[in-house]
């Protein structure tokens, strides 16, 4: 026969016979069609055809000469490797090669998606047509092939980006909403062409592939109710809707696995096709049951960025779903785009929004935190106020006892008042140290819960994390010490060192501290009141450090003995205190600014100094150089084991 262009089975009439015959392939469970076909080469020359049969899960062809021997075979089609394809292209093309004036017998067998019947057209090309089918062809191959790459590039980022911050914050919104984008990810893995390294080794194995399209669908569809839960808070906003959505999710990520078994171990079954088309009609249904609850029933600043991303996503699935609907576009430019693409699309449309929706998420999340970091000061505030109250009434009834006694008891002997008296005394005096220390706490707290917000204003979440891991550690000290009169001094300065970390990062190490003990002490043997240093060492830092443009900042403490007694050195070479004065004279809130840690201090050293631990006395110098310039603070802390 003459072929100058492209020719079809119904319009062969000369030298070409063809029929069709339905054969049962009972090993795969599917009915193959049998298209049998002659082919005369009427040409002066060998030449070769193109036979194109596409649009089926598998077509095989068998090319025999005039004695029945084959000449050739060639498969292709959705369910065929891509090793096997003639040119490894996805169109369905089987080369033909006939000798001048040579009559081949074509056998076709061909068998349709999951048992349907299969498209019994055939096409044959000439060389010339086919080139330039595929040059055409090649156009739309590459603007879908530029939309996937483009999908898997986008969510890949944001799943990188997703994971990163559930990995840092354990937020289950953020672990959630990177496992759908990783099903997502998978998705536009396995829609990739053969382009790519990762799309010719997953078309090596095409029915494992096809077989995991539609499961991955089904689990990404789950993954995205389970994260809706969280982002929309529907366990507080609507429990109904919350247990709803749970069940969905988990009913699908079942049915995502029989789905997978069924068409991996048995492609070919009948009721596929309808099973596909149902499955995908009770997803719409859920979409719009979902969206009509959102926006009847849930109140939430960030719903119209959900309703918009998910009708935006419903959309298109439905144009992805459905191939009349799509075909309106046959003559426009997104003609090119496969139902695959339309999917894409809605999936990076409705992660914009959802994006947006995320952003006001997490500063709602951060408020919140703040709300009760406040609240956590706030009843701090409170406890403290009670406990005052409680030392008052404890003040009162001592008072009450003790003048009952001297009325009582106006025979006793004066020492066994005098020891009564003390006892009480004593009593008072360690619920005094323990009010004082309970008021310690709180604004040291204070200051340090001030020191993460700042870090977590300035988006500096490695950091704050770091420093909050620091803060814990030392804020479990600080329970650990404040039911305790006196603590050993290794104890005092470790907990020191832990604050003096903390300022450092706080004031982001513009100065450098260090901590020197006399080897010939025992510092564990050595009992001081806990929190002790701590004040003087924030006054150094706050007042004369931060103040301060030296390049080369420090914050020394030295613990030395000296004529019997204990000295504890804190050097810093800040601006000195005449200048520290200066600075605070001038500030506008000053009369707000007396340091309070200080005058707890000064109230814990007197009450302290009444006990029979020892004295500590308190010596300040000003380090100044030969011409009277200050060189800094030396904060002297003498304790005294015996009276002087």
């Not at 089975?9 to 090993?27: F, I, M, P, R, Y």
């Not at 960025?305 to 298109?316: E, T």
């Not at 008296?421 to 309970?438: D, F, G, N, V």
Request: proline fraction near 2%.
């Amino acid at each position: 026969m003459s072929l100058d262009s492209v020719s079809t089975v119904s319009e062969w009439n000369n030298g070409v016979k063809g029929n069709q015959l339905a054969v049962t392939d009972k090993t795969k469970r599917s009915q193959k069609y049998s298209i049998d076909l002659s082919l005369l080469n009427d040409y002066a020359a060998d030449t070769s055809f193109y036979l194109r049969n596409c649009d089926n899960g598998i077509s095989e062809l068998i090319v025999k000469d005039a004695r029945g021997q084959v000449l050739a075979t060639q498969k292709t089609g959705y369910y065929s490797s891509i090793k096997e394809r003639f040119g490894q292209d996805e169109q369905g093309f089987m080369p033909v090669t006939l000798k001048a004036g040579a009559l081949a017998n074509i056998q076709l067998l061909v068998s349709g998606y999951n048992g349907a019947r299969p498209d019994m057209s055939v096409s044959i090309y000439s060389a010339e047509a086919y080139y330039k089918f595929y040059k055409d062809s090649t156009v739309t191959a590459n603007t879908q092939e530029y939309i996937t790459i483009f999908f898997i590039g986008s969510i890949f980022m944001m799943l990188v980006f997703f994971w990163f911050m559930y990995i840092n914050s354990r937020q289950a919104l953020y672990g959630r909403y990177a496992m759908y984008l990783t099903m997502q990810l998978v998705y536009g893995l396995l829609r990739i062409g053969p382009t790519t390294l990762i799309g010719y080794f997953t078309l090596q194995f095409p029915v494992l592939k096809a077989s995991l399209i539609s499961p991955m669908i089904l689990v990404a569809v789950a993954g995205y109710a389970w994260f809706i839960n969280e982002l929309l808070d529907l366990k507080h906003q609507r429990p109904s809707l919350h247990k709803q959505l749970k069940w969905v999710s988990i009913g699908l990520w079942c049915y995502s696995l029989v789905d997978w078994l069924v068409y991996y171990t048995m492609p070919n079954l009948p009721f596929q096709a309808t099973s596909f088309f149902i499955i995908r009609i009770v997803l719409v249904l859920i979409n719009l049951y979902i969206l009509f609850s959102v926006a009847v029933f849930v109140k939430s600043s960030i719903k119209k960025y959900y309703i918009i991303g998910n009708s935006l996503f419903l959309i298109f699935g439905v144009v992805a779903a459905f191939k009349e609907i799509n075909a309106v576009f046959s003559s426009t430019y997104f003609a090119k785009l496969n139902n695959a693409n339309w999917y894409m699309v809605g999936i990076m449309l409705e992660c914009i929004f959802f994006a947006f929706a995320l952003g006001i998420r997490i500063k709602e999340l951060q408020q919140e935190k703040q709300i009760t970091s406040k609240r956590l000061i706030e009843q701090m505030q409170v406890n403290e106020k009670l406990m005052l109250e409680a030392n008052q009434q404890l003040e009162l009834k001592v008072a009450e006892r003790t003048a009952h006694i001297l009325e009582q008891e106006k025979k006793i002997e004066t020492a066994t008042l005098q020891k009564t008296k003390a006892y009480y005394e004593k009593q008072l005096s360690e619920s005094r140290m323990q009010a004082l220390r309970s008021r310690m706490n709180p604004h040291f707290l204070f200051n340090s819960l001030n020191s993460i917000k700042y870090f977590i204003l300035k988006n500096e979440n490695d950091t704050a994390a770091f420093y909050l891991n620091k803060f814990s550690k030392l804020l479990r000290q600080i329970l650990e010490y404040s039911n305790r009169e006196t603590i050993s001094l290794q104890q005092e300065l470790d907990t020191l060192k832990l604050y003096l970390e903390i300022e450092s990062l706080r004031f982001d190490q513009s100065f450098h501290y260090h901590i020197e003990v006399d080897e010939n002490l025992l510092p564990e043997k050595i009992q001081v009141p806990p929190l002790i240093l701590q004040p003087f060492v924030e006054n150094a830092i706050w007042h004369g450090l931060a103040n301060s443009d030296k390049s080369d900042k420090f914050c020394k403490v030295e613990v030395n003995k000296l004529n019997g007694n204990i000295r504890i050195s804190i050097i810093d070479n800040g601006v000195g205190r005449a200048v520290a004065a200066i600075i605070k004279e001038n500030k506008v809130n000053k009369l707000n600014e007396e340091s309070f840690g200080m005058k707890i201090t000064e109230e814990r050293i007197s009450i302290f100094n009444t006990g029979s631990n020892g004295k500590l006395k308190i010596a300040v110098e000003d380090n100044v150089d030969e011409t009277e310039l200050a060189l800094g603070t030396t904060i002297n802390i003498t304790l005294q084991n015996e009276p002087a």
